[in-house]
C-alpha cells in the first residue's frame, strides 16, 4: 500500500497562484506514474496533468498553458503548480500514483485537496 499525502490547496482570487505537493510514502517512486486529477460538484473526476516514470507529460486542455506538474524523484514528491486560476478550476485535486507490472496494476489515490478560486 502507498499512502499519499496532498496539501496546499485553499482559496484564492481569480487569476491568482497556487502549489499543491503530494508526498508519497514509498521507496520506489521513480518508478510510479505521478498525476493529479480533479473533481467539481456534480461532475466526473478528470485528468488535470499526469507525468510518467520516464518523464513524459501530459496535461488536459483546459489547462492552457496555466499549470505545470512535475516530480521529485528524490523526495517522492510531485507538484502542480497552478497559475492564472479561474472560478471553473474550483475542485477538489486529488494526487493518483500508477504502477504496471507483469503481475497486474495497482493504483493509489490522495483524500484530495480542497482548492476554490472565487472573488
Known amino acids: 500500500q502507498v499512502q499519499l499525502a496532498e496539501s496546499g490547496g485553499g482559496l484564492v482570487q ?8 503530494c508526498v508519497a510514502s514509498t521507496t520506489i517512486f521513480r518508478l510510479y506514474t505521478m498525476g493529479w486529477y480533479r473533481q467539481a460538484p456534480g461532475k ?10 520516464g518523464g513524459r507529460i501530459n496535461y ?3 489547462v492552457k ?3 505545470t ?13 497552478m497559475n492564472s ?7 477538489v485535486y486529488y494526487c493518483n500514483a500508477d504502477l ?20
Open 44 to 53: 466526473q473526476r478528470e485528468l488535470v496533468a499526469r507525468v510518467t516514470s
Open 100 to 119: 504496471t507490472t507483469v503481475q497486474g496494476a495497482y493504483g493509489y489515490w490522495g483524500q484530495g485537496t480542497q482548492v476554490t478560486v472565487s472573488s
Open 65 to 67: 498553458g496555466r499549470f
Open 69 to 81: 506538474i512535475s516530480r521529485d524523484n528524490a523526495k517522492s514528491t510531485v507538484h502542480l503548480q
Open 60 to 62: 488536459a486542455d483546459f
Open 85 to 91: 486560476l479561474k472560478p471553473e478550476d474550483t475542485a
Open 14 to 21: 481569480p487569476g491568482g497562484s497556487l502549489r499543491l505537493s
